[in-house]
């Protein structure tokens, strides 16, 4: 069982920055691929970004490349999202995720998920 809990939203203006923490509560956090998805009212979900259980491959929404960065920090079970140049088509609950073994960036995939944290992001 994987436990997620998100932290690091809020309200920002177009251009700013935010970084969202995801803390994991699992003893082999190493085994786990993990991934950043967003819902906006009204819209389906849609993966943001995506990261193997090393860190060294990552993938990136398009609309988000370049702007965004995900990372994660295995001895403190931690996996991160920092987000640069906000635009308001950013606005969403923001969610973390996590799946055993290989990366996707299918969110169906994915077996355990956060609670979400609102980011809004004004013009």
């Known amino acids: 069982q994987v436990q997620l809990v998100e932290s690091g939203g809020g309200l920002v203006q177009a251009g700013g920055s935010l970084r969202l923490s995801c803390a994991a509560s699992v003893r082999t956090f190493n085994n786990y691929a993990l991934g950043w998805f967003r819902q906006a009212p009204g819209k389906e979900r849609e993966v943001v970004a995506a990261i193997n259980w090393s860190g060294g491959s990552t993938y990136y929404a398009d609309s988000v490349k370049g702007r965004f960065t995900i990372s994660r920090d295995n001895p403190k079970n931690m996996v991160y999202l920092q987000m640069n140049s906000l635009k308001p088509d950013d606005t969403a609950v923001y969610y973390c995720?996590?799946?055993?073994?290989?990366?996707?960036?299918?969110?169906?995939?994915?077996?355990?998920w956060g609670q979400g944290t609102q980011v809004t992001v004004s013009s």
């Open positions: 995720a996590a799946k055993y073994g290989v990366m996707r960036y299918d969110g169906s995939q994915y077996n355990y």
